[in-house]
């Protein structure tokens, strides 16, 4: 190549055009700035900077011997090393390279790692060991070995060398690093959830949505207030492409370690016909040995697997009935079935993660079709097993709890009987009659308190006779919930949420009745109030307007606000007392529905391989600056520019991110029953519903998809791949073929 001068070419434009030469010479993809679109952003490594960044693994092995160093070529002085070559020739490897010599025997095809690294081929980077030897001018020495800590490079054209060592994942191990934390959650439903409009869910879900945009139109504010604007540097673009070359180095270094002995040498002659006959004989026994497997494998598998599909089948369409049945809603603003009952929702819980399994189990055998490099279906891996641990640990614990139940039931039925006729009935009987007479010294009015006392206990005797006639059923009721822990501990503890609303449906009609009657109430003093002042409350405008009342007015006015201002302790009194109640019983059943929560989506398998092995739940990852040297010789006399040691390190995924889905149901229980406008509803007599059971599953349902599959698509996904059949030519025993065919060795 020849330069001529020119005003406008400088040392550093003639280094890049020398640099671009020779990676066209290489066969390299070189981007042309000039043609470059506006707007688009290229990851192009900048060559005139004379900074070369070299990936290091730290699991090369440290030989004194020579060897060629092999990788990436991402840029001019960036490089990406895999894996040191030793005692071969550099020409020959890189001819090798280039033929595919040295991905024989591949499992899959090399083009999809080529497509993953984002490069079309292989190179020879350098020499390892060899001082001697010229080498180009991009390419590196390197001096490696026992005694060396770190490598020791040099290279023409760097003038500072940056060494990022990291440690290689090792992809049989489902290891791999990740720019972005794995979800352990599937990201196809929205965040929030939709409900009928009126209601306090309703209510919350535009306040929320209302406080978001305010903190984004916020966040664009602060945007334009910033100092200096940061761009996207080249080398942070080219950051995605080599996390995926990191994952992909330790396959692609077995693979080469495994062909390096096919590097240099020429294919052996086929087999003779006589070698042929003595490799192709074998004896009786192995001959019955395959004919039996062949039987197994043709004929009888194909029929198994298939009576299994159609069993699935047959449980996929009854699952999907029932399921309609637990999601039939009267009119779309009703509540189904599985609103209302914590046993119908988990039921379909468990249905929808039936449904699901299979295809995440096809899903999962489709990534042995691939390399093991691929990340892709990492999460999916982590989330269909944590599923079968639960589930099992479920049913494990069931049966305990089942055996224990169904042993004991009577005992267990007799002490619920007294629990809820002491707690429920007697205790409730002795604070109404306690209310009636002056509680504390508080003087109430006596014929209202007599009236709502005597209506209450009225109410209280008939259910007391209501659970006399369940007596003797409750011993039986016991058994069944016992039987179903057989199912799962979870059911046994949803039946006994339902059991309880069941059981205390007198408080919650106690509430409901004090808290209308406090409402109206209180609603209608701050209506005489008004009248007070000369006031009323225009209803279309929903302002407060003037008004002037005539003096019959004024009296019969006053004549009722004395009269409910005076009735409104006596009232105030029932109304906190069955409002406790109600919150006491609200509490218990969040606590069993977050009990439900934490055996149906604790992260238990997600967990364990956080302790295990951290790098198969990646969090992201970090560089850390190690040390730095200036000038040195190396022991072989090479020049060492002034280089810097970062370490890449994969930060595994925090103990926080993986209970975000826990933090995120403690802060929607918090924000519903501890917001203000709650705090209000109580203060003022309005009913508070307990939390909407779609926030409160919300954490159940994340690892399930937002649209279950359909019956006919789960069909054809387990029927889309059909077992190949084995040709009787392709029998083999011992690795070897028992037919005659001509047989290649590639050494």
């Known amino acids: 190549m020849i330069l001529r001068y020119s005003p406008g070419i400088t040392e550093s434009s003639i280094q890049e055009l020398e640099v671009q030469e020779y990676l066209r010479g290489n066969n390299f993809d070189v981007e042309d700035p000039s043609k470059e679109t506006y707007g688009e952003k290229k990851a192009v490594m900048p060559e005139h900077d004379g900074l070369m ?78 001082p001697g030897v010229e080498v180009e001018n991009l390419q590196m020495h390197a001096t490696i070995g026992s005694s060396l800590k770190v490598p020791q490079i040099s290279c023409a054209r760097a003038s500072t060398i940056q060494i990022i060592v990291f440690d290689r994942p090792l992809p049989h ?28 869910d309703a209510e919350e879900e535009r306040e929320e949505l209302k406080n978001r945009k305010r903190v984004k139109a916020l966040v664009e504010k602060l945007k334009l207030h910033t100092v200096s604007k940061h761009a996207t540097s080249p080398k942070e673009l080219a950051l995605p492409r080599i996390v995926n070359q990191i994952n992909c180095s330790s396959e692609l270094h077995t693979l080469l370690q495994r062909n390096i002995s096919l590097v240099g040498r020429r294919s052996r002659r086929s087999l003779s016909v006589s070698e042929r006959v003595v490799e192709s004989a074998t004896t009786m026994k192995d001959f019955v040995v395959m004919a039996i497997w062949q039987i197994v494998t043709v004929y009888l598998y194909p029929i198994l697997r298939r009576a299994f599909v159609l069993g699935l089948l047959c449980h996929r369409i009854a699952a999907e009935t029932l399921l309609l049945v637990l999601e039939w809603r009267a009119k779309p603003d009703y ?166 609303s069941i059981l205390t449906l007198h408080i919650y009609s106690f509430y409901l009745a004090s808290a209308r009657i406090f409402n109206w109430q209180y609603t209608i003093l701050l209506s005489l109030f008004q009248l007070f002042r000369g006031k009323k409350h225009n209803v279309l405008r929903k302002r407060i307007d003037s008004c002037d009342y005539d003096l019959d007015q004024l009296l019969l006015g006053t004549i009722l606000f004395t009269l409910l201002f005076f009735l409104l302790p006596t ?12 919150m006491a019983i609200i509490s218990l059943k969040a606590a ?80 519903h029953y501890m917001s203000p406008r ?41 029927t889309a791949e059909v077992p190949k059949k084995m040709s009787t030519f392709d029998l083999k025993v011992n690795g070897k073929r028992l037919n005659g065919t001509r047989r290649q060795y590639g050494h």
């Open 571 to 582: 009232v105030i009194v029932f109304y906190l007392t069955f409002a406790c109640a109600r």
């Open 335 to 500: 509540a189904a079935l599985k609103d209302v009952s914590a046993t119908a929702q988990q039921v379909e819980i468990r249905l929808l993660q039936f449904c699901y399994l299979p295809l995440q189990y096809v899903r999962l055998r489709e990534r042995k079709k691939d390399w093991e490099s691929v990340t892709d279906s990492h999460p999916d891996y982590i989330r269909f097993y944590n599923s079968i641990w639960l589930v099992c640990n479920d049913v494990i614990i069931g049966i305990a709890l089942g055996s224990f139940i169904i042993d004991n039931a009577t005992w267990l039925a007799e002490s619920i009987y007294e629990f809820l006729r002491l707690y429920s009935v007697e205790a409730l009987q002795r604070t109404i009659d306690w209310l009636m007479y002056w509680p504390g010294g508080l003087k109430l009015n006596n014929e209202l308190a007599a009236f709502l006392g005597d209506l209450f206990l009225w109410v209280i005797d008939h259910w007391l006779a209501c659970i006399e006639l369940l007596r003797p059923v409750l011993p039986h009721i016991i058994w069944f919930i016992g039987f179903s822990s057989f199912a799962g501990a979870s059911m046994p503890i949803a039946l006994f949420s339902d059991l309880l």
């Open 678 to 718: 709650v705090l209000l509803g109580l203060a003022t007599g309005k009913f508070v519903p307990p939390i909407h059971r779609k926030n409160l599953y919300s954490l159940q349902y994340s690892m399930l998809p937002a649209r279950r599959a359909g019956v006919m698509e789960m069909w054809h996904a387990l």
């Open 53 to 130: 960044r070299i990936f290091w693994p730290l699991d090369i092995p440290k030989s004194d011997s020579p060897g060629v160093i092999v990788g990436w070529r991402n840029s001019g002085l960036d490089v990406f090393v895999v894996a040191i070559l030793e005692d071969v020739d550099a020409r020959s490897v890189e001819n090798a390279l280039k033929v595919g010599t040295l991905f024989r025997n591949a499992t899959h095809p090399i083009a999809r790692i080529h497509e993953l690294c984002g490069q079309s081929s292989m190179h020879v980077l350098g020499l390892a060991n060899t």
């Open 592 to 671: 069993l529905d977050t009990l439900l929560a934490c055996l149906n989506h604790f992260p238990l398998f997600a967990l364990m391989l956080r302790i295990k092995d951290s790098q198969r739940l990646p969090g992201g990852i970090r560089f850390e600056l190690r040390d730095a040297q200036l000038i040195t010789s190396s022991p072989n006399g090479l020049t060492v520019p002034p280089t810097s040691h970062i370490y890449l390190k994969s930060v595994p995924l925090t103990f926080r991110a993986m209970f975000h889905q826990y933090f995120q149901l403690g802060h929607r229980i918090r924000k």
């Open 173 to 200: 191990r489902m290891q791999y690093i990740s720019l972005n934390p794995i979800s352990l959650a599937l990201g196809d439903k929205s965040e929030i959830a939709t409900h009928a409009p009126g209601t306090v």
